[in-house]
């Protein structure tokens, strides 16, 4: 358990403890089921935590020259890359790194491969198709959306793949149970299902939340060792992000004013929502916090957190707490290790929070602490 008295404000917290126990989760399903599992850095890329990542799982997926190039030097080993496009410039960098290359359209396909053949790398290329299926309710986090532009139709991908694709690779789901596969497997196989016996692999993508304390694991091994059994010939790998850091840190803040307008109590953080959590906005969600209530409770101190941007929606809630909240006082936000600390900006210049892990010894580790020079950087 975290001593917050021991953590410096504001600063994302990961545990040690819950990392381990998820990563030894995803390789129990690894094993269990015969597949390849491997870490999404969209969702996580703290590459100090890397050596700990690295005893339970080997690789990892890159979208940009800067995510392979961090799979090679972090986790010592080429990435699985798939990018929305490529260019001229960025692809002798793509191939450096990569081990696997997947294609978003057959046109980048037909543009690069010749380069890959030339190269004489031996790079696995691959086709991202689209099943249009999803249960993504958000349109800005469901690849399969009318008229998404990501991934090949059925209907445009031809009747035979181009010479040298050895691999289908697929994206719709997004923190989805295993049940949510199953239906996207039968939309794949009733697509693409001429392709399955032609190839030698097959990614099924991210959005696989098997560290969730209701997904049915036992039911996502089933569903992956009856459809190896009926196409032996495919190396099934997924990608997983959010799976990796589910529930294993927190970002902690504090109350640096409180301020009330027409009865509204607002706490006004050290923190920002913009800034710091944008997929609170972007989905949007309610994030948990640390003993508070997120329905209000009648007859107890309630309150809105706001955030210490400019921006006028940087804001959320409200929460429900035993006592009244004051300046100082730690406010903790659960689940803020997944999507938040690749995903941050330095807007207004807001102090960024630090990052660091709980360790198994109860002690804290401080991987990074930012300031102006951070700022500044960024700004030339």
């Known amino acids: 358990m975290i001593d917050f008295n021991k953590v410096p404000s504001p600063c994302y917290v990961m545990e040690e403890r819950l990392l381990r126990n998820n990563l030894q989760l995803i390789k129990s399903v690894k094993e269990r089921a015969g597949v390849e599992i491997i870490l999404a850095f969209k969702a996580f890329a703290l590459w100090k935590a890397f050596p700990i990542v690295r005893e339970y799982v080997g690789y990892s997926t890159a979208s940009s020259v800067a995510e392979a190039q961090l799979a090679f030097e972090q986790m010592s080993s080429k990435a699985h890359t798939y990018a929305p496009s490529y260019t001229d410039y960025d692809f002798p960098k793509?191939?450096?790194?990569?081990?696997?290359?997947t294609f978003n359209s057959l046109s980048q396909f037909n543009r690069f491969y010749p380069q890959i053949v030339k190269s004489g790398r031996?790079?696995?290329?691959?086709?991202?198709?689209?099943?249009?299926?999803?249960?993504?309710?958000?349109?800005?986090?469901?690849?399969?959306?009318?008229?998404?532009?990501?991934?090949?139709t059925a209907s445009n991908m031809g009747e035979d793949l181009p010479e040298g694709v050895t691999g289908l690779h697929l994206h719709n789901l997004c923190e989805n149970n295993s049940y949510d596969l199953e239906k996207t497997l039968v939309e794949v196989?009733?697509?693409?299902?001429?392709?399955?016996?032609?190839?030698?692999?097959?990614?099924?993508?991210?959005?696989?939340?098997?560290?969730?304390?209701?997904?049915d694991v036992d039911h996502l091994v089933s569903l992956l060792q009856q459809f190896k059994a009926k196409y032996p010939n495919l190396e099934i790998i997924m990608e997983p992000g959010s799976a990796f850091v589910?529930?294993?840190?927190?970002?902690?803040?504090?109350?640096?004013?409180?301020?009330?307008?027409?009865?509204?109590?607002?706490?006004?953080?050290?923190?920002?929502?913009a800034c710091h959590m944008p997929d609170?906005?972007?989905?949007?969600?309610?994030?948990?916090?640390?003993?508070?209530?997120?329905?209000?409770?009648?007859?107890?101190?309630?309150?809105?957190?706001?955030?210490?941007?400019?921006?006028?929606?940087?804001?959320?809630?409200?929460?429900?707490?035993?006592?009244?909240?004051?300046?100082?006082?730690?406010?903790?936000?659960?689940?803020?290790?997944?999507?938040?600390?690749?995903?941050?900006?330095?807007?207004?210049?807001?102090?960024?929070?630090?990052?660091?892990?709980?360790?198994?010894?109860?002690?804290?580790?401080?991987?990074?602490?930012?300031?102006?020079?951070?700022?500044?950087?960024?700004m030339s």
């Open 94 to 101: 793509f191939m450096e790194y990569s081990s696997h290359i």
């Open 122 to 152: 031996d790079i696995k290329c691959g086709i991202r198709i689209n099943p249009e299926f999803s249960v993504v309710d958000t349109d800005m986090y469901n690849p399969s959306m009318p008229g998404s532009r990501l991934g090949v």
């Open 189 to 215: 196989e009733n697509k693409f299902g001429k392709f399955l016996t032609q190839i030698e692999w097959l990614n099924l993508g991210g959005g696989h939340l098997m560290t969730h304390k209701d997904y």
């Open 246 to 273: 589910w529930q294993t840190g927190v970002l902690v803040s504090e109350v640096a004013d409180v301020v009330e307008n027409e009865g509204q109590l607002t706490a006004m953080l050290n923190v920002s929502f």
């Open 280 to 378: 609170t906005l972007e989905m949007p969600y309610q994030p948990a916090i640390r003993g508070a209530s997120s329905e209000p409770i009648k007859g107890k101190p309630t309150y809105r957190m706001g955030g210490n941007s400019c921006l006028s929606g940087d804001f959320m809630g409200e929460w429900s707490f035993d006592e009244p909240l004051k300046v100082g006082d730690k406010v903790v936000f659960e689940d803020m290790i997944h999507y938040t600390t690749v995903k941050t900006t330095m807007f207004n210049g807001v102090s960024h929070p630090s990052i660091g892990l709980w360790t198994l010894d109860n002690e804290l580790v401080l991987y990074r602490e930012f300031g102006y020079e951070d700022y500044k950087s960024r």
